[in-house]
């Protein structure tokens, strides 16, 4: 990710700054991490805190299952009550019939940033999808459609033949994937294939991302794996207990496309079976507790590696404002 950073750490509150008058760069905070690490209760001390010395902070969505309206409870999208009358946007703002691409929610939330920066606001960007966040913080690369014939016959091949083929194609995407990747090399199987040119090739054109135009106040919370892993089983047996089968029982009465995202987000899969006879609610149970757990550790392996090192990772479980921000909006 290519963006300008503000190292933040120190008190969150403090007077705006020369640049700040100058009418600098706008600040864009944002609060990244895998699930449960705390992310939405911290943004929402932070917002509070910031509305109290007079500014006006907004909560924009950065989670790809908390786009969609039916996934309140399993996505643990924040409830009014715990939202304490701070502005939140992108919650709910799907519906799971319709597939939230990276590229839709990027376009969604850059216009968004934008309003909340040109009413004087200032947005706070929270969520786990580092797809959603690079993508709109970098851009995305101008890739044509992909012709349907292409698309049909790289899928029609085995995961070893797709890979074999690759070589030959694009040798150097294929020698940074691992053989058994089967998504990401059709994907790159299909770029090449359909278009000439490699994926490559095309990243190097990434257009529209709006971390040229922001000051960025990151924060990543990677806290202490058992104390995340924990947080995580707790979750989801609060969510099946306090909703979670009422949104699958929902779903699968819409009979969606099984292939869509919201068919497939952790809680959904695992609670079907159980819906369907297939096993009992306690495996359901260990099944999305595994599913969480693993999703979590996926991501704090991301956070950890991927986001630019000036980004600063917080290793605590306790997130204090005044631990994190040092002059996020002295600017």
Known sequence: MTTNTTPITGPVIGPETTSSRRGDRPALALIAGPTASGKSDLAIRLA?????????????????AQVYADL?????????????????????????????????????????IAEIHGAGGLPILVGGTGLYLRT???????????????????????VDQAYAALGHEDPDRAAKLPPADTTRIARALEVVRSTGRTLADWQREK?????????LHPAVLLPPRDWLYARCD?????MLAHGGMA??????????????PVMRAIGV??????????????????????????????????????????WQRFESQNYLCEDIFVSLFRT
């Open 136 to 158: 709109l913080l970098d851009g995305i690369a101008p890739i044509p459609a992909i012709d349907p014939q292409v698309r049909s016959a790289v899928r029609a091949l085995s």
């Open 269 to 310: 899969t695992e609670i079907a079976g159980y819906l369907r006879g297939e096993y009992g609610l306690d495996q359901a149970q260990t099944q999305g507790q595994q599913a969480t757990r693993n999703y979590a550790k996926r991501q704090y392996t991301w956070f950890r590696r991927q986001p630019p090192a000036d």
């Open 234 to 238: 707790t979750r989801f047996a609060r």
């Open 72 to 112: 309140a409870v399993l996505s643990a999208r924040p409830s009014p009550a715990e939202m304490a009358g701070i502005k939140h946007r992108l919650f709910g703002d799907w519906d799971g019939a319709s597939a939230c691409s990276a590229a839709d929610w990027a376009m969604r939330a850059a216009r968004e």
């Open 247 to 260: 949104e699958v029982e929902a779903l699968l009465a819409r009979d969606l496309d099984p292939a869509l």
């Open 207 to 215: 257009t529209g991302g709006i971390g040229p135009s922001v000051t």
């Open 48 to 64: 509070l805190a910031l509305a109290a010395s007079g500014r006006h902070p907004v909560i924009v969505n950065a989670d790809s």
